[in-house]
């Protein structure tokens, strides 16, 4: 699964643009002392296309103040 979602260009597209959304967004929590930032990802095709996802993004977010924690409600 993970090789077929790695091909997929609307995946991938998906995963770059919520990557660089929240690489834009974060300083800016981190400057205002925020405690936490929480990102969730939902998938409605059973599938688990949002594990990957979220799997991806947790490796994307470019911040050495920020260590982001995985959590999968359903997997």
């Known amino acids: 699964m993970q090789t077929f979602l790695a091909r997929e260009h609307a995946v991938t597209d998906?995963?770059?643009d919520i990557a660089a959304f929240m690489n834009k967004w974060i300083p800016l929590f981190i400057a205002e002392n925020r405690s936490y930032l929480t990102l969730g990802v939902g998938c409605t095709g059973g599938h688990?296309?949002?594990v990957y996802i979220v799997e991806k993004l947790s490796t994307m977010i470019d911040n050495d103040t920020?260590?982001?924690q995985v959590k999968h409600r359903d997997m």
């Open 14 to 16: 998906m995963i770059a």
């Open 48 to 50: 688990h296309r949002s």
């Open 66 to 68: 920020l260590k982001p």
